[in-house]
C-alpha cells in the first residue's frame, strides 16, 4: 500500500508501472493489469496517478565511420609475396604496378 505522500508526490513512478509493481515482487498485479487492458487503463479506472517518464533522448550519433567491408579472399604473407614476385621475375611475367 502507498501513503498519501508517496501517492502525492510528482517524481515517484506510477504506482501500477509494472517495472515498480515487479520491483516490489507483485507480479501477480502485473498480469492482473495486462488482463485487464494493461496498467494505464487500470490506473485510470481507479483514480491512481499515472506518471509517464519521456523515453530518454537518442544517443549522440558516433564520431567513426562505419568499419570498412573485410577484403575478401587470403592475404599472403611478405615472405609469401616475395616468393611470388621472385617466380614472375624468373618467368619474365612484369611486376604489377
Do not use: N, W
Not at 504506482?15 to 494505464?40: F, N, Q, S, T, W
Amino acid at each position: 500500500t502507498l501513503s498519501a505522500s508517496e501517492l502525492g508526490d510528482a517524481d515517484a513512478p506510477s504506482p501500477l508501472a509494472y517495472d515498480e509493481l515487479r520491483r516490489k515482487g507483485r507480479v501477480d498485479l502485473v498480469e492482473g493489469c495486462m488482463r485487464h487492458g494493461g496498467y494505464i487503463k487500470v490506473s485510470k479506472q481507479l483514480g491512481l496517478p499515472l506518471r509517464l517518464a519521456a523515453p530518454p533522448p537518442a544517443p549522440p550519433p558516433s564520431s567513426f565511420s562505419e568499419p570498412e567491408a573485410p577484403a575478401v579472399g587470403l592475404k599472403l604473407s611478405g615472405a609469401a609475396r616475395e616468393s611470388r614476385l621472385q617466380e614472375d621475375i624468373a618467368a619474365g611475367v612484369a611486376a604489377p604496378s
